[in-house]
């Protein structure tokens, strides 16, 4: 079955305490970008990557670092998560053939204390 | 003037009735347009896409591109409960690489369609 698959679903963690969110797609997709929805803010981005070692800043990177070494991964790193960063996190991704096709997760629910 | 516009609602109609979602965008240079819907406590999936201007039917949506006035709309016909979702436009531009090829987000309408 097509997926993106995104570990952990929820996570409360303490201020300062580094997290890593995994995401893993199974499409042999280019294109990878993670998301982060907050109530009347809507999706915005946090950084995106179109294929294997090049990523780039989305809207709002601070605080946030990504990786993409393997097409199928692209983890989400808090280096010193703050409670600002609580929030719905998703990661998603698409073919560049069909680049409107983005295929979202089920999203990771941050808990920032 | 942000982007992309979207009244968030929350919009609520009977069962039976047709449903109009709306965004308005600023960026020109946007060529494709897209409609996602969210279930709650679930990621978007794609509803539909448009390619420029036009009409695009499947089912009981319709989705309508007006290039000229800026804004697209999405029609639901003969709503269902199983509507019940927030609906999110998105649109980008036509070159594919960098950040022309991300999609931009509206902040979604919620709806409930009663029974």
């Known amino acids: 079955e097509a997926q993106v698959t995104q570990n952990p679903r929820y996570l409360i963690t303490v201020t300062g305490k580094k997290l890593t969110v995994t995401c893993s797609q199974n499409?042999?997709?280019?294109?990878m970008s993670w998301y982060r929805q907050d109530p009347g803010l809507g999706l915005r981005q946090i950084y995106y990557?179109?294929?294997?070692?090049?990523?780039d800043k989305g809207d709002v990177p601070e605080g946030y670092k990504v990786s993409r070494k393997e097409k199928r991964n692209f983890p989400l790193i808090l280096e010193s998560p703050s409670p600002n960063q609580t929030s719905l996190y998703f990661c998603?991704?698409?073919?560049?053939?069909?680049?409107?096709?983005?295929?979202f997760g089920s999203g990771t629910q941050l808990s920032v204390l | 003037q942000k982007e992309v516009e979207q009244d968030p609602g929350p919009l609520s109609v009977p069962e039976g009735a047709i449903v109009s979602l709306n965004c308005t965008y600023s960026?020109?240079?946007?060529?494709?347009f897209m409609w996602y819907r969210q279930y709650s406590r679930k990621g978007p999936e794609l509803l539909m896409y448009?390619?420029?201007?036009g009409n695009k039917e499947d089912g009981r949506f319709t989705a309508q591109v007006d290039k000229s006035s800026k804004y697209i709309s999405l029609f639901i016909r003969d709503s269902q409960p199983s509507d019940s979702a927030t609906y999110l436009c998105?649109?980008?531009?036509?070159?594919?690489?960098?950040?022309?090829?991300?999609?931009?987000f509206g902040k979604g309408t919620k709806l409930s369609v009663k029974p």
């Open positions: 998603a991704s698409s073919s560049t053939i069909s680049a409107e096709k983005l295929f």
């Open positions: 499409m042999n997709h280019e294109y």
């Open positions: 990557s179109m294929n294997v070692e090049v990523t």
């Open positions: 960026n020109s240079a946007f060529q494709y």
């Open positions: 448009t390619y420029s201007s």
């Open positions: 998105a649109m980008r531009g036509g070159n594919y690489g960098g950040s022309q090829g991300n999609l931009i």
